[in-house]
């Protein structure tokens, strides 16, 4: 795919639908505020699972073109690190153990490959799961085997979490390579936390997992489904255990799987988050990459209220 080289600095986006997403509209209020000077914003579209080619000439092109200071890829994550990592100049070590990345960026006429999502997934679970919550019987059960999952499972196991960790952690994929590959990049985790890989071809599959649960376990959707394709991992008879935090990863789209959750919140006691948080932390993580510079707490809360402005 030909790309027009740019007349101004500019960010990109990499994803399905990028013309859909709030960052579109939101990213030059954030520009202002943070000072980031005459920079625009554009989405590359990819589909689902594209063609090595579209990711490499992706790539390249941000990679020659003096004014493309980088970009945040959604989705792509890790065909687009397995189709271009021997673009790359320098890769963080998230990126390595993963192979996958979530930022790009350039220093010093070298681009850089980083793996943010092991930092925004864990920032935005700090905000929801309380401290000592895996001190008790719950699980994690993610569904989709895809970046978001690998970085979930890294957050959730960290050595310096103590026994703050859950007992085990199930991932399930309707694939099975995916699956496959998310076995052998965490197999070098070293933790006390069991791992299970389901093949989940069909939503019932996720539902008989749902139902082996034990209370106040952690259900995340990590699928993609509900935002880039419409639909939910589970079916409407799925029944979440009590006491349950329920993650929807997405934010926009038909987000099913939330409103599956939502209509079981008071009957079962449950905390449903979307996945706005992680939105937020997402992009706030990439844009200090991309731009080398460091957003503090209260900066982040300015942009925040920012955001959530827009998004009311």
């Known amino acids: 795919m030909p790309y027009e080289n740019n007349d101004k600095p500019t960010f990109y986006f990499i994803g ?14 954030w520009a202002e505020a943070l000072q980031l000077g005459d920079v625009q914003i554009k989405g590359m579209d990819l ?9 490499r000439d992706a790539v390249s092109f941000i990679k020659q073109d003096p ?10 994550k890790i065909d687009l690190y397995l189709a271009a990592k021997d673009l790359f100049d320098e890769l ?10 979530s930022s790009i960026s350039k220093r010093g006429g070298k681009l850089v490959g980083c793996a943010k999502d092991p930092i925004s997934s864990g920032l935005s679970m700090e905000a929801f799961i309380p401290e000592g919550h895996w001190n008790g019987s719950g699980e994690a059960f993610i569904m989709g085997a895809g970046g978001s999952a690998l970085a979930i499972s890294s957050y959730l196991t960290q050595a310096d979490h103590g ?9 399930s994929n309707r694939s099975r390579p995916r699956l496959e590959s998310a076995e052998r990049l965490l197999s070098s985790i070293d933790t006390a936390t069991r791992f299970e ?11 008989r997992i749902l139902h082996e649960l034990p209370e106040q376990s952690l259900i995340i959707n990590a ?6 394709r419409p639909g939910s991992p589970l079916t409407d008879n799925a029944r979440f255990p009590r006491g349950s935090l329920v993650w929807e990863l997405n934010y926009r789209g038909d987000l099913k799987f939330m409103h599956q959750a939502r209509a079981q919140k008071e009957q079962s006691g449950l905390h449903v988050e979307d996945g706005w948080v992680y939105f937020l932390h997402g992009w706030t993580q990439v844009i200090q990459e991309v731009f080398d510079i460091r957003i503090s707490g209260d900066q982040f809360d300015r942009l925040a209220r920012i955001a959530s402005s827009l998004r009311s």
């Open 16 to 29: 399905v639908s990028t013309g859909q997403s709030s960052i579109m509209r939101l990213f030059p209020l």
């Open 47 to 55: 589909p689902i699972h594209a063609a090595p080619e579209a990711y």
């Open 67 to 76: 004014m493309s200071l980088g970009a945040l890829v959604t989705t792509h």
């Open 92 to 101: 963080d070590d998230y990126a390595s153990m993963f192979n996958e990345l």
């Open 163 to 171: 026994t703050d960790i859950p007992s085990k952690i199930i991932i």
């Open 197 to 207: 890989y389901r093949l989940c071809p069909e939503p019932e599959d996720n539902d």
């Open 223 to 228: 699928t993609g489904l509900g935002k880039d």
